[in-house]
C-alpha cells in the first residue's frame, strides 16, 4: 500500500531481459534503503515492484510482461528519472490517499501551461479509465497523488504547485509524455457493486438502494457515463 507521496526521484542504472521479462535496477538518488529487505515493495512511476536485490543506492526488481504490458516501464531508456516510493508502515502519515500500485492503463499529456507559480496539466487518459474519473477526486499520476481539478469532456485537468514539480518527475513532463495512471479504488468497487456481482437473484440486485443517480446526487460520480 502506497500514498502517492512520492519520496525521492531515480533513475534507471540497467535494463536486462530475461526470458521474455525484464529486470531493472533503480539507481534511487537519496531514497533511504535502511529499513528494506528482500521482498519489500517499492513504487516505480506508481508501479507496485518487489525488491529481488538491493544495496545502499540501488534495487532491483523483476517486471513481469502484464506490467510490461500495462505501464511505460519498458519504454524506459537507461538515465529515465522516475518517482520513488517505499510502501507505507502502519505509523506513516497518510498525505495522499489510497494507492495500490496497481497501475490500471495510461493517459497522454496533452498540454501543459503556466497558472501563477503552478502548471496547468490536460492528460486524455485511455478511453476505458475516464469514467472512474471524477471532478475534485484522486487520481496516481506516475505514482504521485493528484487532484482532479476539471474535466474537459474524457480529458481531466490537474493544478501541480512548485513543490511538487521539483520533487517529481512532473517538471519534466512535455505534450505527448505518456504518464501511468491508477484510479481511485473506491470507484472500483462502487462500479463492481452497481453491477450486481456477486448477487445471485434479480431481486437481490433490485433491492439495493444504491443507483448511479444516487452517487451523482451525493457527490461521488463525476459523470453519468457508463
Given at each position: 500500500?502506497?500514498?502517492g507521496i512520492i519520496e525521492a526521484v531515480g533513475k534507471i542504472a540497467s535494463k536486462v531481459i530475461k526470458g521474455g521479462d525484464v529486470a531493472l535496477t533503480f539507481a534511487v538518488n537519496g531514497l533511504d534503503m535502511s529499513d528494506v529487505k528482500l521482498g519489500d515493495s517499492i513504487a516505480v512511476n506508481g508501479v507496485c515492484l518487489t525488491v529481488v536485490d538491493f544495496t545502499k543506492t540501488k534495487f532491483t526488481a523483476d517486471v513481469s510482461l502484464e506490467?510490461?504490458?500495462?505501464?511505460?516501464l519498458d519504454d524506459l531508456k537507461i538515465g529515465t528519472p522516475v518517482n520513488l516510493e517505499k510502501?507505507?508502515?502502519?505509523?506513516?502519515?497518510?498525505g495522499g490517499h489510497i494507492v495500490s500500485g496497481h497501475v490500471d492503463g495510461q493517459g497522454t499529456i496533452v498540454s501543459l501551461e503556466s497558472s501563477a507559480r503552478s502548471v496547468r496539466i490536460v492528460v486524455r487518459p485511455d478511453p476505458e479509465l475516464a469514467r472512474y474519473i471524477a471532478k475534485k477526486g484522486s487520481i496516481t499520476v506516475d505514482g504521485c497523488s493528484l487532484t482532479v481539478n476539471d474535466l474537459v469532456g474524457d480529458d481531466?485537468?490537474?493544478?501541480?504547485?512548485?513543490h511538487t514539480q521539483q520533487e517529481t518527475i512532473i517538471e519534466r513532463y512535455r505534450e505527448g509524455n505518456r504518464v501511468n495512471l491508477e484510479v481511485d479504488v473506491v470507484a472500483r468497487y462502487l462500479e463492481r457493486l452497481l453491477s450486481g456481482a456477486g448477487k445471485t437473484t434479480e431481486n437481490e440486485i433490485k433491492e439495493s438502494a444504491i443507483s448511479m443517480s444516487f452517487l451523482a446526487e451525493n457527490g461521488f460520480m463525476g459523470r453519468m457515463k457508463r
Open positions: 500500500m502506497f500514498t506490467s510490461l504490458s500495462l505501464t511505460g510502501a507505507m508502515l502502519p505509523t506513516s502519515r497518510f481531466f485537468v490537474l493544478n501541480v504547485i512548485p
